[in-house]
């Protein structure tokens, strides 16, 4: 599985769909992807010398460093994860250890590789769960179940069904082969989607987190081994056909697919393409913390540079080694500085990009020009209480100087302050909408100014509102 061949021209023009300006950043995370693409062209000998060109981010809250990073890995339907250099300890300390966020990146390539896989079988999977509802919805004439004559080899045979259960035998005549006939046509057809229906299917048992973490570091999830000792248990469900079918389906995929296969695929895929975004990097840096804490936050750093560096990391599916990794670190860097962090790690991160504060004008285009703007998500919410909601241009430009002089004033939160001003704006609206008819409601800056103006010009008031 290989990454999207686009240009950096291609990914840039994509990113512009979702996130307004940053031009400089956009431009960096494109050319260091098609650089993966470029050395994935290389004979296998140059392939281990090229590494990835790690990208550090500097700019405040709000502007697009997190935004950036995660639709460029949905544009590549490449393995992605998002860390807080915060959450990480020193190696001793309470906590989780760096090597995780590695762990996170191979469960995240083995879903994109399943995905994949089980797309591949979906049609024989489909078919598989029609005869398996036929069969219940028709059912056959039971086989009684005979002893034999030694004891020991009876037991060992209720010993084996109980590890590995076998569908039970049975007769089948030309009565209920007729009848099966007609019921697969009208499944085939969507008759029977609302008919209730009773399947037995293994039982799911929810995920616990790790929590063994001695063991987390040498690839050992004890949940799963305790889980192997239990063998999966069959629960009856009492659905519709439509959903009996589509649980069905995906214990048909999981039986078509080989798990192997996918490991051994999802550990290449995370290794080649992966992208680990490291958030908050200036956070650990010794200036950013009480004298007390400086030690183990340069511990976290010295901790995190082999695997910037490139090492091997054990997890339960395989080792994975993280030197082709893409990481991409951001940081607001306002107590401290680029320079503040550990020259080691600072040289693992040759690319640097400053983004921009947000203005007046960035503020119009991201309420009006991202594929899934504020102001579209709004309308559609309301349009589902048949209340058709329209903002003129003024009253997008008022907006977004309310956004910019609070920012300005107060604390700069970049582009999320415009989801306080368009909440606290909406908010008589989305309260009676589903109670009353409103038909077509038009949003001016008259509209604006008398529902947010007084707060916004009280800089007391808007700092707790706003």
Known sequence: MSEINKTPREIVADLDHYIVGQGAAKRAVAIALRNRYRRLQLDEEMQK??????????????????EIARRLATIVKAPFVKVEATKFTEVGYVGRDVESMVRDLVENAIQIVKEQKYSEVYAKAYRNANDRLVKVLVPGIKKEKRQGSNPYENMMNMFNQMQAPQEEKEEVNDTIKTNRQTVADQLAKGLLENREVTVEVQE??????????????????????????????????????????????????????????????????????GIIF?????????????????????????????????????????????????????????????????????GRFPIRVELNDLTKE??????????????????????????????????IAKMAEIAFAVNTETDNIGARRLHTILEKLLEELLFEASGLDMGEILITEAYVVEKIGSIAEDRDLSRYIL
């Open 362 to 395: 960035d503020f119009v285009r991201i309420l009006t020009e991202p594929k899934n703007s504020l102001i579209r998500q709004y309308t559609a919410l309301l349009a589902t209480e048949n209340v058709k909601v329209k903002f003129t241009q003024e009253a």
């Open 278 to 346: 490291i958030d908050e990097i200036d956070k650990i840096t010794s200036k950013s913390q009480q004298q007390s804490a400086g030690v183990s936050r340069e511990g976290v750093q010295r901790d995190i540079l082999p695997i910037v560096e490139g090492s091997t990391v054990q997890t339960k599916y395989g080792s994975i080694d993280t030197d082709h990794v893409l990481f991409i670190a951001s940081g607001a860097f306002h107590v401290s500085k680029p320079a503040d962090l550990i020259p080691e790690l600072q």
């Open 49 to 66: 010398e090229v590494t990835p060109k790690n990208i550090l981010m500097i700019g405040p809250t709000g502007v697009g460093k997190t």
């Open 204 to 273: 799911v048992k929810p995920k616990m987190p790790m929590m063994n973490n001695g063991l987390e570091q040498m690839g050992i999830d004890l949940g799963d081994t305790l889980s192997a000792l239990n063998p999966p248990k069959k629960i009856k469900r009492t659905v519709s056909v439509k959903e009996a079918r589509e649980v069905l389906i995906q214990e048909e995929q999981e039986k078509l697919v080989n798990l192997g296969d996918i490991h051994s695929q999802a550990i290449k895929l995370a290794a080649n393409n």
